[in-house]
Each structure stands twice: as structure tokens, then as C-alpha cells.
């Protein structure tokens, strides 16, 4: 979620990033010692995989303190006897037990390398229970910059939570805070509260205490794996209401939590979930945490794609506080944290990257579902609107893809960028094979953790045709590639691509005056067009898709096309294609690459 915020909610501050660490040492060379223990595989993290967290957290509005505990399950995948647990800075660990032995350990910064008296062998399966406090780090602008929360509703009442992606879930509590290493049976948060306030957390209520002191503890629970920084407590006068959804899977127990004074705008606004996951589970597959159920949960910040607690805090209004981010009006016609931060179930939650460097898998995936749900409410042309509308937020400042092992992210293109080059592979998939490119990504990769190359490698399998230059270009270069043509007479075009990567060879959609739209496949070395056939012999052209993906024996992307493109309410701005040269020839506007005529 974060850096579409940097990026596009006031211009006057998003060019300087917002206190993580990770973000101002954006570039290679400034990392430190401290970047490599927070965002590598550490030989004190390589050799166990966690199975579960239980933790405890009593926070102290007054104090802004909060005190705790962590149950860390975990099993060896390899002997050892040292391992690194992280709690950031100003937070403290109190203690750390092992069986029924107190370890010595040793703080370095954020990272605390954990000592057992003895080795524990492969398979093993030990538990280490965590007890901290302190004054976590305050989230001042959340959710820009992560931390604590400790605010007021609008009738003065306490409201707390967390925003911590980026920055970790060890600003908080003691975990192993890397993304590769998901808790694999889940994680249960007891959030203990005065009584007069709610904690709502992820997953299902398991149970609620009675009163005691003053206090009470919410203690809540998910059974499927999770990120660290997608668990979250937020503490409030919350109310809630029940719906079920008839899903691809059966019932899916959708919960909504609000502040009380919110309870009927809420109930109007939070209807689009009903619209939104039935678009998402049509393009993408089941909602991936049926065990866990839905829930939207606001929150005192913009939004966060919390795993089944959705945070949301746009204001119970549509657009992107109360702005398009496209241009094109569509933008307007529906409510982006809904359908941003639920669309990260699927790319984000079910599928997480391993490491910080590839969150375009993220990103870019959840930046596409606007699009996808803007097609499906209001047509192909409607999304096409969309997702060409935000290629103005496109910086091409660096690379979409970070720096590996220091917790880097790279260009927030990971969010237009990325979803303007996942339209382009739609173009060539067509709508029923990228819809069978989304389901087999989110069956093949259910509940994981994956590299860059992992997903660029299944994109390029599924459609049976090699897509690493167009990923390398998008992902890995900040150059936009230029098909350059020229008329080498009334009747024969040229082309061929430039400032591109060596090899790069995207087909693209064209069309030429008085025939139907065709597919060309040019390459750096030019090839030529005659003007006066279509797909005749030698021709580099097609009339249909230029990859037969996987499941589809059509190859023709015609799904799906029959809601006319109908004018936005208002504001309607129409996007602009790749622009034409001389009449005779076009591109489709689909393509986000530059156009340029020769002589
Ligand atoms: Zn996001």
C-alpha cells in the first residue's frame, strides 16, 4: 500500500521519503550492516522456519508503552544453536525461555542474536517464548511512515493500531522479521484493553475474557499463513456487522468493524466488498483466506492490506481520498482502499515476495486489480481508461525491482508501471488467458513466499512464449521502449524497437489504415510492412493474440466485452494512446511504449 501515498497524495511532499530507513537508503552503496540483518537470510535465520506466533500485547494509551509477549514455534530445519530474533529500537526484550531455561543473548541494534545452551537438532520441533516492552517507534503520518498509532476518534475516545509494512512487524514484537518466512499454522493475537474499548485483530474471535480489573482480552486468530506486518490490533469503540458471501469456494464470513458514530455510513460505502470480490474471484480466483474469513476493520489511517482485517480509512467515500488517481473519472465510480487493499488477499497476503526487492509482485499485481475492477463495472474500454490514465504518475526514476538482502524497495513504479506492463501482457494473453494466467498463479503459488524469477518464469510458461526481455525492460530498466517507423513508400512501413534491452522482442497491436488491428512482432533490427496486405506470406503480422496461453485454445481475446464503455459521471479525462504518425499506421494505445516517426 505505502508508496502509492509517497507517490501520489501531494505532490508538494513525495519526493522525500518518510523516515524508514529502508526507503531514504534507496540506494546501492548507502546499506548497512544493520539493512543486511533486517533484509537478509542470516545464518542465524537460515536454519529455522516458523510454524506460529502467539502474542499477547497490552498497550497503555497514557504512556504510549505497551507490554508483552511472544510464543515463537518454530522447527529446525538444520542443527544449530544460535538464532536471530529482531525487536527494533526503543523496544526492549525483558527476557527470552527456551524449555525450561532462561538464554543469554546479545543485542546488536535492532537484531538479537538468541543463544541456546545447547544444539537443537534437525526436525526438532522447540518454542521460544519472547517478554518485551518499551515505547515502540510512533507512526506519525501513518501509513507513510509505520509505527504505533495513538489517537482519538472524533469524540475524543482512544484509538489505537499499527502500520508496519516496510519497516517491520519487529517495530513492535519479537518475531523473524524477514518476508520469506511466513508462520506456517498462522498466529493468534490477544489484545488486552480496558473494557471499555474493543480489539479487533486478524482472522476469527476466538475468545473474549470476562472483565477483570478494568481490563479485557480480545484473543484472535488465523489458522493460514501470514506476513508479520499484516498483524495488526486495533483498539477502539468498535460495533460490527456479519454478512455472508456466496463465494467460489461456499460461504465466506465477511465482518465489518467500525466506530459506532460510523455504523450507517459504513453499511452504504462497504457494499462495494460484495462487487469487489465477486470481479476479484472471477479474475483471479478464490478469495484466498476462506479459513480465516473477510473483514474490513477502520482504521485511523488511509489503509493497509492487513491479511483478513482489512485496514480502511478513506473516509467512507469513493476515489482515492476523494481523488482519481487515473484522471479518466473512472477512478471516482469506487472506493480504491476497498478494492486496492483487498486485491492484495490475492498478491501480497496469498502470494508474498521473499524479499522486499520483489514487491512489484505486490504491487503490481493489486495496482492491476483497479483495472480489472473497473472493467468489470464499467467495461473493457472503461479499465483500458484507467490504467492509461496512470501512466502519468510513471517516474521511470529507477528501477522497479530493489536492491536484494537490505529490505530495499524499488521505484514506487512498482505500482503504474507494473500494472501498465501487466495490461500489455492481458493484450497478448487475451481476457480468458489472463484470467487463467491469474488462477494458476494464485493455485501454483497458494499460501507462499516467491522470487521475482519464480513468477516471471510461470507468466512465461503459461503463455508458451519467452517473456524475459519485456520483464527485464519494465522491471529492470527505467527506459520505456521506442518503436521507430518510417514510410518507405506510400505501401511499405519499417519499424523496429530502440532504447530498449538487448533482444527485446514485445509484439504489439497495431493498426493500418482500412485493415482490422494485427499483431506485429518487432525486434531491434528492422523489419518491414506492406502496407497493402494483411497477414499475407512473410509478413510479420497476425490477426490473432501472439501467445496461445495455457487453457485457452482460442487465443483471441474477445472475453468479456460486452459492457459498453460508458462515460464517467464526471470529470471524465480521456486517456491518451501511444499517438499515430501519418494516418496510415497506429498503435494500440494498450501499449505503454513511445512512438516515433523517422524521415
Ligand atoms: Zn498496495
Redesign the pocket.
Known amino acids: 500500500?505505502?508508496?502509492?501515498i509517497l507517490l501520489v497524495i501531494g505532490i508538494s511532499f513525495f519526493i522525500v521519503p518518510l523516515c524508514s530507513a529502508q526507503l531514504a537508503a534507496g540506494e546501492k552503496g548507502k546499506f548497512t550492516h544493520a539493512d543486511t540483518l533486517r533484509g537478509s537470510i542470516t545464518p542465524e535465520r537460515a536454519w529455522w522456519n516458523v510454524i506460529h506466533y502467539d502474542i499477547h500485547v497490552t498497550p497503555d494509551y497514557a504512556s504510549k508503552s505497551i507490554r508483552g509477549m511472544t510464543v515463537i514455534r518454530w522447527q529446525a530445519l538444520a542443527s544449530g544453536k544460535t538464532l536471530q530474533i529482531d525487536l527494533q529500537q526503543p523496544m526492549r526484550i525483558l527476557s527470552i525461555r527456551w524449555r525450561k531455561s532462561t538464554l543469554k543473548y546479545k543485542r546488536e541494534g535492532n537484531a538479537f542474536h538468541v543463544y541456546l545452551p545447547k544444539t537443537v537438532k534437525k526436525g526438532s520441533i522447540e518454542t521460544l517464548t519472547v517478554n518485551f516492552e518499551g515505547t515502540p517507534r510512533e507512526a506519525i503520518r501513518p501509513p507513510w511512515d509505520g509505527g504505533w498509532i495513538w489517537t482519538r476518534d472524533s469524540l475524543g475516545r482512544p484509538w489505537m493500531s499499527v502500520a508496519c509494512q516496510g519497516l517491520g512487524a519487529s517495530v513492535w514484537y519479537p518475531c523473524k522479521d524477514h518476508q520469506s518466512d511466513e508462520p506456517d499454522s498462522g498466529a493468534t493475537l490477544s489484545i488486552t484493553v480496558p473494557d471499555t474499548l474493543v480489539a479487533v485483530g486478524n482472522g476469527r474471535l476466538l475468545e473474549k475474557s470476562a472483565p477483570a480489573g478494568g481490563m479485557t482480552t480480545y484473543t484472535w486468530k488465523v489458522v493460514d499463513p501470514i506476513n508479520n506486518y499484516d498483524i495488526i490490533p486495533y483498539i477502539g469503540k468498535y460495533v460490527s456487522w456479519h454478512e455472508d458471501y456466496p463465494g467460489e469456494k461456499g460461504k465466506l464470513d465477511c465482518n465489518f468493524w467500525v466506530l459506532d458514530y460510523a455504523l450507517d455510513k459504513a453499511k452504504e460505502q462497504f457494499k462495494q466488498a460484495d462487487s469487489m470480490l465477486h470481479c476479484f474471484e472471477s479474475w483471479m480466483g478464490p478469495y484466498p483466506f476462506y479459513e480465516d474469513g473477510y473483514k474490513l476493520v477502520q482504521a485511523p489511517h488511509l489503509g493497509?492490506?492487513h491479511q483478513s482485517a482489512v485496514a480502511y480509512g478513506n473516509h467512507f467515500a469513493n476515489g482515492y481520498l476523494g481523488r482519481d488517481l487515473s484522471g479518466s473519472g473512472w477512478g471516482l465510480k469506487w472506493d480504491f482502499i476497498i478494492v486496492?487493499?483487498s486485491?492484495?488477499e490475492w498478491f501480497?497476503n496469498s502470494i508474498t515476495s521473499n524479499d522486499l526487492a520483489d514487491m512489484w509482485i505486490?504491487?503490481s499485481f493489486?495496482?492491476y486489480s483497479e483495472t480489472l475492477y473497473t472493467t468489470c463495472q464499467d467495461g473493457v474500454e472503461a479499465g483500458n481508461d484507467y490504467v492509461i490514465g496512470t501512466r502519468k504518475n510513471i517516474r521511470n526514476d529507477k528501477p522497479v525491482i530493489g536492491a536484494y538482502g537490505v529490505n530495499d524497495e524499488g521505484s514506487g513504479d512498482m505500482?503504474y508501471k507494473g500494472g501498465n506492463m501487466l495490461h500489455m501482457i492481458r493484450q497478448m494473453l487475451g481476457d480468458e488467458g489472463y484470467k487463467g494466467l491469474l488462477h494458476g498463479l494464485g493455485t501454483t503459488f497458494y499460501h507462499k513466499t516467491v522470487t521475482t524469477q519464480q513468477i516471471e518464469a510461470y507468466i512465461s510458461q503459461f503463455a508458451k512464449k519467452d517473456l524475459s526481455k519485456v520483464f527485464d525492460q519494465y522491471l529492470r530498466t527505467t527506459k520505456i521502449p521506442v518503436l521507430e517507423y518510417k514510410m518507405n513508400s506510400a505501401t511499405l512501413l519499417s519499424y523496429h524497437w530502440t532504447n530498449c534491452v538487448k533482444g527485446f522482442d514485445m509484439p504489439i497491436r497495431i493498426t493500418v489504415t482500412g485493415q482490422k488491428e494485427q499483431w506485429i512482432t518487432p525486434t531491434e533490427d528492422w523489419k518491414t510492412l506492406s502496407l497493402g496486405t494483411q497477414g499475407g506470406a512473410g509478413a510479420d503480422t497476425a490477426k490473432e493474440n501472439p501467445v496461445a496461453p495455457m487453457g485457452n485454445t482460442a487465443g483471441t481475446g474477445t472475453a468479456d466485452t460486452s459492457k459498453p464503455g460508458m462515460s464517467p459521471a464526471a470529470g471524465a479525462v480521456q486517456a491518451g494512446g501511444n499517438g499515430s504518425g501519418d494516418g496510415n499506421f497506429s498503435v494500440d494505445r494498450n501499449f505503454y511504449i513511445t512512438v516515433k516517426k523517422l524521415g
Not at 500500500?1 to 502509492?4: F, G, K, L
Request: aromatic share 6%.
Open positions: 500500500m505505502r508508496r502509492v493497509m492490506e486496492h487493499e486485491g492484495h501480497g505486490h504491487e493489486t495496482n505500482y
